[in-house]
Structures are given as structure tokens and as C-alpha cells.
């Protein structure tokens, strides 16, 4: 999951990072399973209250 998404929680609001910026964050299959993992983490962590979608680099 390191290797496509970075999270940095802070103050209940969870960074999420895509993180694959030679591809310009394209969407393929790992980074899909790494959003679904992320998603599964985070809505167990308590104190959680919002997440912040965005990607590295000039693209999304």
C-alpha cells in the first residue's frame, strides 16, 4: 500500500495521497486495492472525521 498511497492523519482528517506520479496517479489495479484497504483502516481508526482525496504531483 506505501508504494501507492501515502495517509497522513491530523486532527481527525485523514490525508489520502495517490502516489504514483510517473503515471500521472493513473488508477490501475493495485492502487485500487490500495484505496480499499486505506478505506478499510481508516474507518476503524477512531477519531477519524474526514478524508482528504488528492494526488501527487500535477496530476490527480
Known sequence: MEDRI??????GVADV???RT???NALD???FQA??????D???RP???AIVLSGD???F
Open 29 to 31: 489495479d493495485h492502487m
Open 42 to 44: 481508516l474507518k476503524t
Open 35 to 40: 484505496l480499499i484497504d486505506t478505506g478499510e
Open 47 to 49: 477519531g477519524v472525521r
Open 17 to 19: 495521497r495517490l502516489v
Open 6 to 11: 501515502k495517509v497522513d492523519l491530523k486532527d
Open 22 to 24: 510517473d503515471k500521472m
Open 57 to 59: 504531483g500535477k496530476a
